[in-house]
């Protein structure tokens, strides 16, 4: 009798120690799912959502990422140029919330084509057609070029639409 009394609770110590460790390993997993970095593409923006509110946003280096606060529970990060930093969220008693890495990396897309002539860059996208397309980085010139462009393309339109 006492022997299955001692068995029982060697199988009831087994069975809380298999317990307590899938909870544990559980905690550990979702600690490590949150500690993953926030990846944003250059010249896109990402939503992120909140479970809690936040009220000050602290962003490592502004010239990599820009995030903007939509709600107290919303960020919206945009990519600014590549590389790696981090941000801050902090509560209404500016007790720290979160502190996460962020990266942000060139796009992915296909059809990107970057043309160097000697240290003068310029970017574009190709289809079918290559059409310019402006980066960080690009020579100034250039940049300014495709932005006239651009909007002489938009005084057109507009002046379409107005029926001018």
């Known amino acids: 009798m006492q022997f299955q009394n001692i068995k029982r609770l060697v199988i009831m110590e087994r069975l809380i120690i298999s ?4 909870v544990l390993s559980l905690g550990l997993f979702a600690s ?3 500690a993953a970095p926030i990846n944003v593409l250059i010249d896109e923006a990402k939503i992120v959502e909140l479970s809690r ?20 529970n919303v960020l919206v990060f945009t990519g600014k140029s590549a590389g ?9 008693n500016n007790r720290q919330i979160l502190n996460k890495k962020v990266h942000v990396n060139t796009s992915n897309e296909s059809g990107l084509v970057i043309m ?7 970017s574009y996208h190709c289809g079918t057609v290559c059409n310019a397309r ?3 980085g690009d020579n100034p010139k250039f940049t300014a ?11 057109l339109a507009n002046k379409a639409a107005r029926g001018n």
């Open 53 to 72: 509110p936040v009220h000050q946003v602290i962003i490592g280096n502004p010239a990599i990422a820009d995030v903007a606060l939509q709600s107290k």
């Open 19 to 22: 317990a307590l460790f899938s």
């Open 134 to 136: 402006i980066a960080l």
């Open 145 to 155: 070029d495709v932005m006239s462009s651009t909007d002489a393309k938009l005084n």
């Open 84 to 92: 790696h930093t981090n941000i801050i969220l902090l509560d209404e």
């Open 116 to 122: 160097y002539r000697g240290r003068s860059r310029s």
């Open 32 to 34: 490590s799912t949150s």
